[in-house]
């Protein structure tokens, strides 16, 4: 199955950094969604993109919908220790047979305090 | 609203076993479906459905029985356990399964070990 190509796999930053992370498609999406993961849970939904070109914000997290639709962004402002996880991305379309999702490998951030 | 649930959190399996893994939302979500995570694989669709009675195959579906009876649960089978299916399972939810946009979201998990 189509996977997005996600980067940086890992990032390894100084608590108070700004952090950013990004995801292309060969494909185009209806929708682009941001997801954390913690150890040992299921994948929490962050920001959720429902057009092309936005910009939407959810406390220290902003993301954009790519102009194209075949990209989006994630930037994580003054980094603290509880952002530590793993930041995935995914993408919305929807053929005939309903709704598919494709998902990201996954951005693991280390926060050092 | 608890979202989506799993159950169990954790099993261990013997090969050839059969077990089911639960899954329940009370989002009154139509579109139901399980993935699993695999290291260095990310997440990949076993089966998913679009609304009660109806289920097809994702990109993994061999080894899994689906089968949706009612909007709220939505049961994962393992017919004939092998070790290639210790993984961590993932059941999502979404408001529809056909609306042009839609957003999903996941329970906690069940992370099956099958030796």
């Known amino acids: 199955g189509q996977q997005l190509n996600q980067s940086p796999q890992s990032m390894f930053i100084q608590e108070g950094e700004d952090v950013s992370m990004n995801c292309t498609s060969s494909?185009?999406?209806?929708?682009w969604l941001w997801y954390k993961q913690d150890p040992g849970e299921g994948p929490v939904l962050l920001i959720a993109l429902y057009k092309a070109g936005e910009l939407t914000s959810n406390g220290r997290l902003t993301a954009q919908f790519g102009i194209t639709r075949k990209d989006s962004f994630l930037n994580i402002s003054a980094s603290i220790p509880s952002d530590v996880g793993i930041y995935f991305c995914a993408g919305q379309w929807r053929p005939n047979t309903g709704n598919q999702f494709y998902f990201g490998t996954g951005t693991s951030l280390t926060v050092i305090p | 609203n608890a979202g989506v649930t799993q159950t169990p959190k954790f099993q261990v399996l013997k090969t050839g076993q059969s077990m089911t893994l639960q899954c329940a939302q009370d989002m009154n979500h139509e579109y139901m479906s399980w993935y699993r995570q695999d290291p260095g694989m990310g997440l990949r669709l076993i089966h998913y459905s679009v609304g009660a009675g109806i289920t097809d195959q994702g990109e993994v579906p061999n080894g899994y029985n689906v089968s949706r009876s009612t909007t709220e649960d939505f049961p994962l089978r393992l017919l004939s356990a092998a070790p290639s299916q210790t993984s961590v399972y993932f059941c999502?939810?979404?408001?529809?399964?056909?609306?042009?946009?839609?957003?999903?979201?996941f329970g906690p998990g069940t992370r099956l070990l099958v030796l």
């Open positions: 494909s185009i999406f209806n929708t």
């Open positions: 999502a939810s979404s408001y529809s399964g056909l609306a042009e946009q839609e957003t999903q979201y």
